[in-house]
């Protein structure tokens, strides 16, 4: 990636606007770019975006031009987009599929997908950030954008994990495979994980104090990171046994721990870090996680209580009525109207894909302002999702994409019914329901 002209673009301008996708990768690129471009003294605003509609890159342009803004800044998207953005200059840093028209002369685009390289929004930004100047303590949050996007281990954001592996700010740990190792009670983590047959919580709480560890850790309840080595080996040995007697694979049940070593013990843990910031995108939370990630934790409690509730809401909604929803053999629809916030619908899917069905693709639709939202997960290696949403989203009049195993889309409402035939037909299914 050749960053050059970028460069020479930032150098020539003092005031940038920077808008930036509002989820965890597209938040981390904001933080990037706006703390490396601050050292340089220009002056910055940043403007984060669930999607580019017309409406809004007419706000964007407006703001622009009122407040005499010399430079915009695209992050983690804007690729996809190149036909609607205005004509001034542009620079952007994305990795989404883009658009099939020629770039446009006002725009640098830097897009590792154009030259056939997988690196989140995040990680470009960083890239750029540390030819400008040394910028190494920005790293983390280009490991928490790779990891939002699920893409850590993948191409060049390999790269920058074993570089900040080097630099020491990054530790990986092989822990047990389970969500909220710093910040989570051990016996939800562990009940969630699905490590242990057992059915709930009192029942995992037992199976812990069975192994004499002791929950409680001066009033508070520990979690696996507060466990000694000698109860972690004791767990470790307990799991494996319990697996072992009910014919459970035992082998299974480690994974790999991110440890960002240089920050707060509640965002040490880079997939709690991911979440907490896709929580707050979805709940449009968006100045109060450009202040987190500037260190200020004040709301993450708050925000992260309601963000759970409202989840567990839409997850029982989902799970309670996932027999009446239209399928095939391959594919969950869960049409869900007004019953699920657009901004979550992604999540729940994703959920879904990963713990409720057998079926190999799931798809989300909820109602947005200005339209219906669509999400759509898959493990169907055969299938690219990018394609079928973007071929079958524009035949009903609206837009779709993303990639392989992820994408999602947005259609005008009341076309929901022709959707699902239109994308059961595409994957070559009939619907039987
Ligand atoms: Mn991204």
């Known amino acids: 990636m050749d960053f050059s002209k970028a460069i020479e673009m930032i150098r020539k301008s003092n005031k940038i606007l920077i808008v930036s996708h509002y989820d965890c990768d597209g938040l981390c690129s904001a933080k990037i770019l706006s703390t490396a471009l601050k050292k340089e ?8 975006a669930k999607e580019l509609s ?10 622009f031009e009122k407040e005499n803004f010399d430079l915009m800044i695209f992050s983690d998207l804007g690729s996809s987009n190149l036909s609607l953005l205005p004509n001034k200059d542009i620079i952007i840093f994305d990795h989404h599929m883009p658009e099939k028209i020629e770039l446009p002369e006002n725009i640098v685009q830097i897009n590792p997908i154009v030259e056939n390289m997988e690196l989140c929004g995040a990680g470009v930004c960083y890239l750029f950030a540390s030819k400008i100047n040394n910028n190494q303590e920005l790293i983390d949050y280009a490991i928490v954008g790779a990891i939002g996007d699920n893409q850590a281990e993948i191409g060049e954001n390999r ?40 059915k709930d919580c009192s029942e995992v709480v037992q199976f812990i104090s069975d192994l004499k560890i002791n929950l409680n850790h001066s009033g508070k309840i520990k979690s696996y990171y507060d466990l000694s080595k000698e109860e972690k080996e004791r767990l470790f040995l307990g799991i494996i046994k319990e697996r ?13 721990i991110y440890l960002l ?17 896709n929580a707050f995108g979805r709940l449009e939370k968006f100045d109060e996680a450009l202040k987190l990630l500037d260190g200020n ?26 027999n009446n929803f239209q399928q095939t053999k391959n594919i969950l629809f869960i049409n869900a109207g007004e019953k699920i916030d657009e901004n979550m619908i992604g999540t ?35 299938v690219d999702l990018n394609e079928v949403m ?28 022709k959707f699902i035939k239109l994308f059961a037909e595409e994957i070559k299914e009939t619907i039987f329901n």
């Open 159 to 198: 790269k920058i994990v074993l570089e900040a592996e080097k630099i020491k700010r990054l530790k990986i740990e092989k822990g047990l495979r389970l969500f909220g190792h710093i910040n989570r009670p051990l016996h939800y983590s562990l009940t969630y994980s699905k490590l242990l047959p057992l």
């Open 348 to 382: 729940i899917t994703s959920i879904i894909i990963n713990s409720c069905t057998n079926k190999k693709i799931v798809v989300g639709l909820a109602w947005a302002a200005d339209g219906v939202k669509i999400s759509a997960r898959s493990r169907m290696p055969e």
């Open 54 to 63: 017309k409406k809004i890159i007419e706000d964007i342009e407006e703001k």
């Open 41 to 48: 003294n220009k002056e910055i605003s940043v403007r984060i």
């Open 390 to 417: 973007n071929k079958v989203c524009e035949k009903l009049g609206g837009k779709g994409g993303g990639h392989k195993e992820a994408a999602g889309g947005k259609i005008e409402k009341g076309k929901e019914e």
């Open 244 to 256: 072992i007697r009910n014919n459970l694979d035992p082998t299974n049940i480690f994974s790999d």
């Open 297 to 322: 934790l004040e709301k993450l409690e708050e925000v992260m209580t309601i963000y759970k509730r409202k989840l567990a809401t839409y997850l029982s909604w989902t799970t309670e009525n996932i």
């Open 261 to 277: 070593t240089k920050q707060p013990r509640e965002l040490m843990d880079a997939l709690e870090f991911s979440t907490i910031l």
